[in-house]
């Protein structure tokens, strides 16, 4: 695709397989069409690694945290797994909403937690709201354990965030969604791998190869899921789409 913006003439212009599409420069298309270029040249260039929380890197796009933070304000669970530890900054930002929430805990699990992330981690002053699992997130073992983490009737939101090949999200799919509570969710991030195919940093076989693609197939074959994005708690504007590295992201269990 070439996309050319002309400031003069206030225009958009899209050409595509011979096919042209002229935008106003400052219409909702022309910004879908930018934002999504600018994810894709955004994430080429690592701009998710420049951001932390608290003191620990956090490897996210910061309006992802933002609408979970709606999400999280609005359903006050009193237990938030996440897959995928890496440095442990979206544990520390979970761990805060529930201390300013006065409510919840975090269970973070990760086939290897290196030990100065560990450490970094047990040392925060949030840490009291964090338990640490280093295990495979589809082990047998692992999957028990942190359901007997979960007491009776909590309300339970679910993150997956750590292998992103289709294949294990599937498996982190079929072995967390048990524990969602009705209401709450079960979140495949990073979707957004489906169209970085052919950027310098991609690989080929995501196009198929991604969590959306794991979240469109779970959905297809568990009715009690369906695969929405969360409602905006506030919009003045004619914007329905989120500029999201989790597109296809969200399961809500019914």
């Given at each position: 695709?070439?996309?050319?913006?002309?400031t003069?003439?206030?225009t958009?212009?899209?050409e595509d397989?011979?096919?042209?599409?002229?935008l106003?420069l400052y219409?909702r298309e022309?910004?879908?069409?930018i934002?999504?270029?600018?994810?894709?040249v955004g994430?080429?260039?690592?701009?998710?690694?420049?951001?932390?929380?608290?003191g620990?890197?956090?490897i996210?796009?910061p309006e992802?945290?933002?609408r979970i933070q709606e999400?999280?304000?609005?359903?006050?669970?009193?237990?938030?797994i996440?897959?995928?530890?890496?440095?442990g900054g979206s544990?520390?930002?979970?761990?805060?909403?529930c201390?300013?929430l006065?409510?919840?805990?975090?269970v973070?699990i990760?086939?290897?937690?290196r030990p100065h992330n560990?450490?970094?981690i047990?040392?925060?002053?949030?840490?009291?709201y964090?338990?640490?699992?280093?295990?495979?997130?589809t082990?047998?073992?692992?999957?028990?354990?942190?359901?007997?983490?979960?007491?009776?009737?909590?309300r339970?939101?679910?993150?997956l965030?750590?292998?992103?090949?289709?294949?294990?999200v599937l498996g982190e799919l079929d072995?967390y969604?048990?524990?969602?509570?009705p209401?709450?969710y079960i979140v495949?991030t990073?979707?957004?791998?489906?169209?970085?195919?052919?950027v310098?940093?991609?690989?080929?076989?995501?196009?198929?190869d991604n969590?959306?693609?794991?979240?469109r197939?779970?959905?297809?074959?568990?009715?009690?899921?369906?695969?929405?994005?969360?409602?905006w708690l506030?919009?003045?504007s004619r914007?329905?789409?989120?500029i999201t590295?989790?597109?296809?992201?969200?399961l809500r269990?019914?």
């Open positions: 695709m070439k996309i050319i913006i002309d003069d003439k206030n958009l212009t899209e397989a011979g096919m042209t599409r002229v106003g219409s022309a910004f879908a069409s934002s999504r270029q600018w994810v894709r994430w080429n260039q690592k701009y998710q690694y420049t951001f932390s929380w608290m620990r890197p956090v996210q796009l992802d945290m933002i999400v999280i304000s609005r359903l006050q669970p009193d237990v938030i996440e897959t995928g530890v890496a440095h544990l520390i930002f979970y761990a805060s909403l201390k300013a006065d409510k919840g805990r975090i973070g990760d086939i290897e937690i560990r450490a970094a047990e040392a925060h002053p949030l840490a009291g964090i338990t640490l699992i280093e295990r495979s997130s082990a047998l073992e692992t999957v028990r354990e942190v359901a007997g983490l979960v007491k009776p009737g909590e339970v939101l679910v993150i965030d750590s292998d992103h090949s289709k294949n294990h072995a969604a048990g524990l969602v509570t209401g709450s495949a990073d979707g957004i791998m489906y169209d970085l195919a052919d310098p940093r991609g690989k080929p076989d995501w196009k198929t969590p959306s693609e794991a979240a197939i779970f959905a297809a074959s568990h009715p009690e899921f369906v695969l929405e994005q969360p409602p506030f919009n003045e914007l329905e789409s989120n590295h989790w597109p296809g992201a969200w269990r019914t």
